[in-house]
């Protein structure tokens, strides 16, 4: 069963012809599994040594995350304004309310305001006010820019303008427009 040639050898080259064997196998094994994983490993000691002198000088995570909350919130109050705490129930009595101020304010006749809901964005709902004044032309372009001041938390949807009447010489004018404000859910 044996080669013949195997036969005709004395018991120390068979331990000789057997170590060759195991050399080489260690060799190829050597060769094909553990260098790549020992070049793999030094590859990777010397890339984390390099990000950690990299980064040695930045703050902790922690810190970072604290100021990035911190620039969020900052973000949430100049989205919502002051009204970033105030409940949705409560939020349309105040808009209400300042609507109703600022239209005394410049002499325009605050007609109606009708809120509703509107459609979910994303993680926001939309709260609509639907609102209807009349006045003359300056008066509603100066309740237009300080309508940005007193509810800068709220977007023009729709904007509309007619003439109210057609006898007088300085026209009233019909200003019909929808105001949205974006809430996150559950607040």
Known sequence: MMPA??????????????????AVLAALMSMHAVRPQLKAYR??????????????????????????????ETLGRQLHG??????????????????QSVSWRHGVELVSVRPSHGE??????????????DGHYGDLYAWLQDLRGELGFVVIKNFAVARADEDASTPTLRATLTLAAYRALGS
């Open 5 to 22: 040639f195997v036969t005709r050898l004395d018991l120390r080259q068979l331990w000789l012809l057997g170590g060759g064997v195991i």
């Open 43 to 72: 590859a990777a000691v010397a890339a984390e040594s390099t990000l950690q002198a990299k980064h040695a000088s930045e703050p902790p995570l922690e810190q970072v995350l604290a100021q990035e909350n911190e620039a969020i």
């Open 82 to 99: 002051e009204m970033a705490d105030v409940p949705a129930r409560e939020l349309e009595a105040v808009v209400v309310g300042r609507l």
């Open 120 to 133: 979910q964005v994303e993680m926001f709902e939309e709260l609509l006010f639907d609102v209807e004044l």
